[in-house]
């Protein structure tokens, strides 16, 4: 059977005032694209974002993370207490966690991290290549692309400065790129979009087929 993976949702609001909760069209794409199944999307179980969920919530969203065999936080402006959540549970039973960007910061920060805003726009440029990242070779990630530098994309905003993570990847100027709990089956975030670069960098792709083995064992 396909593995189910589950998309933490996205807070939007429509041109036209309607409040949804999306997933990013291209990480649907690179769990189809690696065999998994349609995904299911997790929304917050309350209206406001901006409170702590109590434990009714926390048993809904907990019964959502068992319904999926891998989670995916996924980019987005801001991160919430359901966000925080997600990945402790993930955490704590060892369920597949890929972050990507915002919800690296997310894994982050729930880590003992702290998030500042960049100065400089260097990382929040569009090109199919921004800049390079340094990989741990005592690493899950080096495991999964099998080099020490890889070329990535990059549009955040904010950064880590700390996290009792495991910090596994830098980029060229000593940013925080990539963080992961190498005792754990799979939990790992990274701060580019692996997501968007799948149809030019070969590489990226083996990020998604891993995760999704992962999730099937």
């Known amino acids: 059977m396909k593995p189910i993976i589950g998309v933490v949702g996205r807070p939007e609001i429509l041109t036209s005032g309607t409040k949804i909760f999306y997933i990013n069209q291209e990480i649907n794409s690179a769990i189809i694209k690696n065999g998994g199944s349609v995904n299911i999307i997790i929304p917050p179980i309350t209206d406001n974002l901006n409170i702590n969920i109590n434990e009714e919530q926390l048993n809904e969203i907990e019964r959502q993370i068992n319904n999926c065999d891998g989670i995916i936080c996924q980019g987005g402006d801001d991160f919430y207490d359901y966000d925080l959540k997600i990945i402790e549970y993930c955490h704590k039973n060892d369920v597949p966690l890929l972050g990507i960007c915002l919800g690296m910061q997310a894994m982050s920060c729930l880590f003992g991290g702290t998030m500042k805003k960049l100065e400089t726009g260097k990382h929040k440029t569009k090109g199919l290549f921004v800049h390079k990242v340094k990989i741990n070779k005592n690493s899950k990630l080096y495991d999964i692309f099998k080099t020490e530098t ?41 701060q580019w979009h692996p997501e968007t670069m799948i ?15 992962c999730c099937r064992r």
């Open 150 to 190: 890889l070329q990535v994309n990059s549009r955040h905003i904010s950064y880590i400065t700390k996290t009792s993570l495991k910090v596994v990847a830098i980029s060229d100027d000593n940013l925080i790129e990539a963080v992961e709990d190498t005792n754990k089956k799979f939990f790992i975030g990274v």
């Open 199 to 213: 149809e030019y960098d070969i590489l990226e792709n083996n990020l998604f087929s891993y995760f999704i083995d």
